[in-house]
């Protein structure tokens, strides 16, 4: 049996290289999937992080956290699981989903402090203004549900090949981020769209028929998928 290798956390230096990032098979056992720490999110990085399976995470008041676990949560559009329960909100509650029209607004909604998470956030002013710049220039993107001309759910992320690396989703109605993801689903053949990676295993996620899978299979399916061949986007 191979032996995973092992060495200590690295550190990037911010300004370097934004190239710089150990393989992910460097990745801690504990903290699961912890790779590197430093380094800064200018747009070069974050465009070198996700194709390899990277992702910045962290509180306000740490470094900057760069992840790869392993297994990887990823949901593929076929197996999209849509309740019956959901098909009928998504008929009856007069829900409309538009793309791309309030990105800033869906990344604070998902910054808000949350019971659930203890009041606090791991979506820093930093992180908003990064993924903003992203947005303008056609990478990041976001999919929101509105009900009486109000953005009641969504969520954000980026669009990299035919991979969309989601980042975090809101709801202020029930299901309102359900319909998000649903209608980004439906439009899946129409964008060729084929892996929308979840980061990590959550419940909500789970229900809606996401499912892990190991790192090494990830990688390839986004390196398949042409999450290298950075082409902005736009809705």
């Known amino acids: 049996m191979t032996r995973r290798p092992q060495r200590g956390l690295e550190w990037l230096e911010p300004g370097g290289d934004p190239q710089a990032f150990p393989a ?12 590197a720490a430093g380094g800064d999110l200018r747009p070069e990085r ?8 990277i992702f910045p995470w962290y509180s306000p008041g740490q470094p900057i956290l760069w992840w790869c676990p392993d297994p990887r949560e990823v949901l593929f559009p076929a197996e999209f699981c849509r309740s019956r329960s959901l098909a009928k ?6 829900f409309e989903v538009r793309y791309d029209s309030a990105f800033g607004q869906v ?3 998902c910054a808000a402090p949350r019971e659930i998470d203890g009041g606090g956030t791991w979506i820093t002013t930093e992180m908003r203004e990064a993924y903003g710049f992203l947005h303008t220039v056609g990478y990041a993107h976001s999919v929101e549900t509105w009900h009486d001309d109000q953005l009641v759910g969504g969520f954000y992320g980026l669009w990299l090949g035919n991979v969309f690396f989601g980042e975090s989703m809101f709801s202020r109605e029930p299901d ?3 319909v998000a993801l649903s209608a ?12 929308i990676d979840c980061q990590m295993p959550s419940r909500h996620l789970s229900s809606l ?15 398949s998928a042409g999450a290298f061949r950075q082409n902005p986007r736009f809705f």
Do not use: C, H, M
């Open 184 to 195: 980004l689903v439906r439009r899946s053949t129409e964008l060729n769209l084929q892996l």
């Open 176 to 178: 309102a981020s359900k």
């Open 46 to 53: 974050l465009l070198a992080a996700y194709p390899r399976g």
């Open 209 to 223: 028929g996401s499912r892990p899978i190991p790192r090494s299979e990830f990688l390839g399916l986004i390196a």
């Open 107 to 109: 990344i604070d909604a």
């Open 24 to 35: 992910p098979e460097y990745a801690l056992d504990e903290p699961a999937g912890l790779l």
């Open 89 to 94: 909100r998504e008929r009856n509650a007069g």
